[in-house]
């Protein structure tokens, strides 16, 4: 008896082989979207978190040094009930005005508090997003501005007047070309105290 000949694989071996492997293979493939949909929903919930802390920042240091403009002032509106609605106007349009400087966040000036972001690769560096550049995110800000409610030790409530302090807070929704109800949302706040 020939060892050699023993050892070889027949066809159907061959065949079954290749098709277990065909199927992992085909399965592998399978995951890619999944995951690819998981790592763009995480860096666009980065995106919103480094942007509402960036913009709730910057408004924190804009109120401290001018309380009675931003807080008592009303330049944030008061109360979500007054908040800006979500309709964005096109990116183009007259009253997106650039308050980044890099394109980067617009302020709708037809609408206290409402704010555009977007992140995109600026081809041409001009610092605003043209025709035909890749948007990688794009989502509508809502700031408006509530008292600061604080619980005393007897469960008994007591508002901080706006002469004082203001909770500062923000609603991130994206994609901004959706309409309002179809978008993702987070919400972010932040306390701030007059000095």
């Known amino acids: 008896m020939d060892c050699r000949r ?8 061959v065949v079954l082989a290749m098709g277990a492997i065909a199927v992992g ?25 480094d942007m509402a802390d960036q913009t709730l920042r910057t408004l924190a240091g804009r109120s401290r040094d001018g309380w009675e403009i931003w807080i008592t ?23 997106l005005e650039d308050v ?17 972001l977007l992140h995109y690769a600026d081809a041409n560096g001009n610092n605003r997003h ?15 501005r509530t008292p600061i409610r604080l619980t005393k030790a007897d469960g008994s409530e007591e508002w901080i007047p706006y002469e004082v302090a203001a909770q500062l807070n923000c609603l991130v929704e994206w994609p ?4 309002p109800g179809r978008r993702q949302r987070s919400f972010y706040s932040l306390d701030v105290f007059n000095r």
């Open 73 to 95: 002032g009303g330049r944030i509106p008061d109360g979500q009930a007054n908040m800006p609605s979500g309709v964005v106007p096109p990116l183009n349009d007259a009253s």
């Open 176 to 179: 901004a070309h959706l309409p």
């Open 25 to 49: 293979m085909v399965s592998m493939m399978a995951l890619f979207p999944v995951g690819t949909k998981a790592s763009r929903d995480a860096m666009v919930a980065n995106h919103s978190a």
């Open 6 to 13: 023993q050892n070889r694989f027949n066809l159907v071996e």
């Open 130 to 144: 043209d025709q035909g550049e890749l948007l990688d995110f794009s989502a509508v800000m809502r700031v408006w």
């Open 100 to 116: 980044s400087g890099d394109g980067t966040m617009l302020r709708n000036t037809a609408e206290t508090g409402q704010f555009v």
